[in-house]
């Protein structure tokens, strides 16, 4: 989500399609007949383009949905030939039906630049300056504040931290400024080397102050924080996640193995940031928490697809099996076949907010289907059950929604997420912005220590002015559409 725009990626445009001569046929073939006959072909050794059209390009689409799409019978049908580009047809390619809160129940369905999918998706790459907003109003009067900041980039070299609040982008006020294009291009840049100056008040700052920041190529780290808390009841170990991509599993393997030589206890695991990711990620950290004894022949998920594909996956074309907690390594990022290390915790304490999202939802329910305790502190979590196979046709790779996940008790039915206290034991808490991460007296890690040592949740806050509270607020996470999901292994 931008500021006051929706945040998608891709073209939307609708209009005269680019094959005027061709004719959408009464029969559509299997999608392997269509698959990499591009109306412009990519060259080189790694790809199978052939030359073809924008028609066939939209009718691969319009096979692949009938036959994988989740939710295939609710799928308008919309004619190819009205749309000018195949991200604009495979746009209308899903459902429009609403969950019981009324949220749309595709909520998840988006493209990416297939070479810029694979440098994010292995390498946590992408352009930005290095901070993570949390919109808490996105439309005026409108509030922007830094979650976390990456070390050694821009924002890091220029003193930006948590909880530093956006005042202006390139002299547009942020809070009810018009020049949303301005904001956005500020805020959110495209690509390396784009120069933005931004007015910010700092954390506990009393006046504001400008920086003049440089994209740049930035590399996420999913896996930080790592202080032991000594309590009168044993140590707490302490770990931000932020999320599950390819150097996760390296991250996890040595935060695991720091933390069972503290000796800790109890675990507080931060995932208030985490929108998703490789689901093969999320059951190792499952296994890791937990250990053989709770995991030894459970499951972790189970796909469901759609009731065309009851017993064989119909993207691998095997039968399909559960997931179990795996416990070795799988070469993400450390050697394949490696034991993995565990801290065999029967508890976990987890923090949550809205950004809290799809494979670390499945972290979540995963444990609780092998009765691992999850306390939940935090805000209710974003609700995605769902998953895809990232399918790449023609240079674009499309993700359209195509298992549900269930735990090793059978259930995945959280649409509008788990909720603190009625999902999981647990508080409702706000994100508190005027604390660094880690810190003890941050009010959502604070709860959860309270509740580990009283078993009651922490008193509300009372109701303050319409000002907005940074201690106790939370928002919307605009992260990249990838980062917010759960997604297998993809296939080429």
């Known amino acids: 989500m931008l500021l006051a ?17 061709q004719t959408v046929p009464d029969t559509i073939e299997p999608e392997a007949v269509y698959a990499a006959r591009c109306q412009s072909p990519r060259s080189g050794s790694d790809f199978s383009d052939v030359k073809g059209s924008l028609l066939d390009e939209q009718l691969w689409l319009r096979s692949w949905t009938d036959n994988t799409y989740l939710w295939y019978q609710e799928v308008p049908h919309a004619d190819p030939k009205a749309f000018s580009s195949a991200i604009a047809y495979f746009n209308v390619l899903k459902t429009g039906v609403v969950t ?15 070479a810029d999918w694979e440098a994010l998706s292995q390498t946590g790459v992408e352009a930005s300056y290095g901070f993570l907003l ?12 830094i979650a976390y900041t990456e070390p050694n980039t821009p924002a890091a070299a220029a003193g930006i931290d948590r909880g530093a609040s ?3 982008v390139d002299g547009v006020d942020l809070q009810n400024g018009s020049d949303v294009d301005t904001l956005n291009a500020g805020l959110f840049p495209n690509g390396p080397g784009e120069s933005h100056t931004l007015i910010i008040l700092d954390r506990g700052a009393s006046a504001p102050r400008a920086v003049a920041l440089t994209s740049a190529s930035i590399t996420n780290i999913p896996v930080k924080n790592l202080p032991v808390i ?6 707490v170990g302490y770990l931000v996640f932020n999320d599950h991509i390819a150097t996760a599993e390296k991250g996890w393997v040595d935060a695991v193995n720091q933390l069972a030589g503290a000796g800790i206890s109890d675990l507080v695991l931060d995932m208030r940031y985490n929108g998703g990711g490789y689901l093969a990620i999320a059951s190792q950290v499952a296994y890791m928490i937990a250990g053989p004894s709770h995991t030894a022949g459970k499951t972790f998920e189970t796909t469901q697809f759609n009731d065309k594909h009851t017993t064989m996956d119909p993207v691998t074309g095997q039968a399909i099996t559960p ?14 076949g490696q034991a993995l290390p565990t801290l065999g915790l029967s508890r976990v304490f987890v923090l949550t907010g809205p950004g809290t999202c799809s494979a670390s939802e499945a972290v979540l329910n995963g444990l609780a289907g092998i009765d691992v305790q999850v306390i939940q502190i935090g805000a209710t979590t974003c609700g995605k059950p769902y998953g895809f196979y990232p399918a790449d046709n023609c240079g ?10 269930v735990n090793n008790k059978g259930f995945g039915d959280y649409p509008d997420g788990f909720v ?7 508080c409702v808490v706000g994100d508190d912005f005027t604390h660094a991460l880690g810190d003890p007296a941050e009010g959502r890690l604070a709860a959860a220590l309270s509740y580990r040592a009283t078993g009651a949740c922490p008193a509300q806050p009372a109701a303050r002015s319409s000002e907005i509270d940074l201690s106790s607020a939370d928002g919307e996470v605009p992260k990249s559409l990838w980062r917010q999901n759960r997604i297998m292994t993809r296939l080429r």
Do not use: M, W
């Open 134 to 145: 949390v919109l808490i109003s996105a439309a005026p009067p409108r509030k922007a504040v």
């Open 5 to 21: 725009t929706s945040f998608t990626f891709g073209t939307s445009g609708v209009g005269c399609g680019g094959d005027d001569d």
């Open 166 to 168: 956006i005042i202006s």
């Open 396 to 405: 674009t790779t499309y993700f359209s929604i195509q298992f549900q996940g």
């Open 230 to 235: 000594t309590t009168d009841t044993g140590k």
């Open 420 to 426: 603190p206290g009625v999902g999981f034991t647990g």
């Open 323 to 336: 997931t179990p907690f795996l416990d070795k390594t799988l070469g993400f990022s450390v050697d394949e």
């Open 100 to 114: 019981k809160s009324g949220k749309a129940k595709d909520r998840f369905h988006f493209t990416y630049n297939t």
